[in-house]
């Protein structure tokens, strides 16, 4: 079983939609949670970290269900460069390891 | 800051050649890593490195060498390159400690072995 399993998608939304993905993970004692934001062939960039409580900035909420065991993060009034694709990344025991998971990919049309 | 970079960008092999990969980082974090990311894989670790002459497996560390001589520099080695080892390879780093978590990802290394 993967570590941290998402929708491949793609999404593919008109502007101003809001869309929602969501994202599992397998390991309980799991400790970060985060949201990454991939460009088409560029590197990974941090988008927002998850807190237990869940956070919000700006027009991007996430929401960490730590009973059973997913993230999700729910993307408002969708942009035209909000076009990407979306990993959620688990880290867990000691920090040392973080595990990805293969991504959602959003497409946001005119 | 130049942040995290990565050497050489794009890379041609043979089966059977060797290479190797430089990450650096300018930012005095603790802990680097390497992925290599396939398509509909996600990133996958292949070693990381907890601090200068340290390191450790990751995933799928089967076929690759790593060292961390000074703390800004993680170098991935490819002893006998294979077709199966055709991927996008990505360095990252993270701060640790009360700095957190955040890892920061150099732009890729475009690895094809022929």
């Known amino acids: 079983r993967k570590e941290v399993e998402q929708d491949p998608g793609p999404f593919n939304v008109p502007e101003g939609a809001t869309v929602a993905f969501n994202c599992t993970y397998s390991?309980?004692?799991?400790?970060?949670f985060f949201w990454y934001r991939q460009d088409c062939r560029k590197e990974p960039k941090l988008l927002m970290s998850?807190?237990?409580s869940g956070n919000e900035d700006g027009r991007f909420t996430a929401q960490l269900n730590r009973a059973s065991q997913y993230i999700s993060l729910l993307i408002r009034d969708s942009k035209l460069s909000d076009s990407a694709t979306y990993l959620c990344?688990?880290?867990?025991?000691?920090?040392?390891?973080?595990?990805f998971g293969s991504g959602t990919k959003l497409n946001v049309k005119p | 800051n130049a942040g995290v970079t990565q050497t050489p960008k794009f890379r041609v092999l043979k089966t059977g050649q060797s290479m190797t990969l430089l990450c650096a980082q300018d930012?005095?974090?603790?802990?680097m890593y390497w992925y290599r990311q396939d398509p509909g894989m996600g990133l996958r670790l292949i070693h990381y490195?907890?601090?200068?002459?340290?390191?450790a497996k990751g995933e799928v560390p089967d076929g690759y060498n790593v060292s961390r001589l000074k703390k800004q520099n993680f170098l991935l080695g490819l002893e006998s390159a294979a077709p199966s080892q055709t991927s996008v390879y990505f360095c990252?780093?993270?701060?640790?400690?009360?700095?957190?978590?955040?890892?920061?990802f150099g732009p890729g290394t475009r690895l094809t072995v022929t």
């Open positions: 990252a780093s993270t701060p640790g400690g009360d700095r957190g978590y955040e890892q920061y």
């Open positions: 390991n309980s004692a799991s400790q970060s």
């Open positions: 998850v807190y237990s």
């Open positions: 990344v688990v880290n867990t025991y000691n920090f040392n390891k973080f595990y």
């Open positions: 930012m005095n974090h603790e802990y």
């Open positions: 490195s907890v601090g200068e002459g340290t390191t």
